[in-house]
């Protein structure tokens, strides 16, 4: 599955390769996404986690080929975050742009520092945590072993200070 993620993110990049015609321009124009934190959706509990937080959905499934699913960008405010949980047929990564999570895999956890990206496969528990004191900036790609399948499982575990 990491071979489908990378042949994903490299499409992407090779998408954006020498100048091209007017018309093949505008097509690529159509497909860069801008975002604004300030337009993002306020969620509370995201996969069961602690606090609200910031997102958007970048791009939906079936843009980046049959088993792509999304690709999501976010904020992640201090005390906050996405809750433990996993995926049978998922594989996620997680890019940190700028901050500190917690990512807790399996049971184990790390701080790790942006810009990063963390890798989670399908049939692995994980969850994301700030503890820190400065919003976290992250995106999740996320594809699908079956093309057109999603699924997560919920732990009950907020991974928020206080929680489970």
């Known amino acids: 599955m990491r071979t489908l ?8 990049i090779i998408s954006l390769g020498p100048a091209q015609p007017a018309a ?3 097509a690529l124009a159509a497909r860069i996404v801008h975002t604004d934190p300030a337009a993002f959706r306020q ?6 986690g602690g606090g609200r937080m910031g997102l958007t ?6 843009a980046g080929g049959r088993e792509f ?9 201090p005390g906050a975050g996405i809750g433990h949980h996993f995926h049978n047929v998922v594989e996620e990564m997680f890019v940190i742009l700028d901050g500190e999570a917690q ?22 528990s994980h969850a994301i945590y700030n503890a820190g004191s400065s919003p976290v900036q992250w995106m999740n ?12 499982f919920d732990l009950g575990d907020t991974h928020a200070v206080g929680g489970d």
Not at 5 to 12: E, H, P, S, W
Not at 69 to 77: A, C, E, S, Y
Not at 112 to 124: D, E, F, L, Q, S
């Open 5 to 12: 993620l990378l042949a994903v993110l490299a499409g992407a």
């Open 24 to 26: 093949q321009q505008q």
């Open 43 to 48: 969620s509370a509990a995201v996969d069961g």
């Open 69 to 77: 699913n999304f690709l999501h960008r976010g904020v992640i405010p």
């Open 141 to 152: 790609l996320n594809v699908s072993m079956i093309a057109g399948v999603y699924d997560a």
């Open 57 to 62: 959905t970048l791009v939906n499934r079936g």
């Open 103 to 124: 990512f807790t895999i399996d049971g184990r956890t790390a701080t790790v520092k942006g810009p990063a990206g963390v890798i989670c496969r399908a049939g692995h």
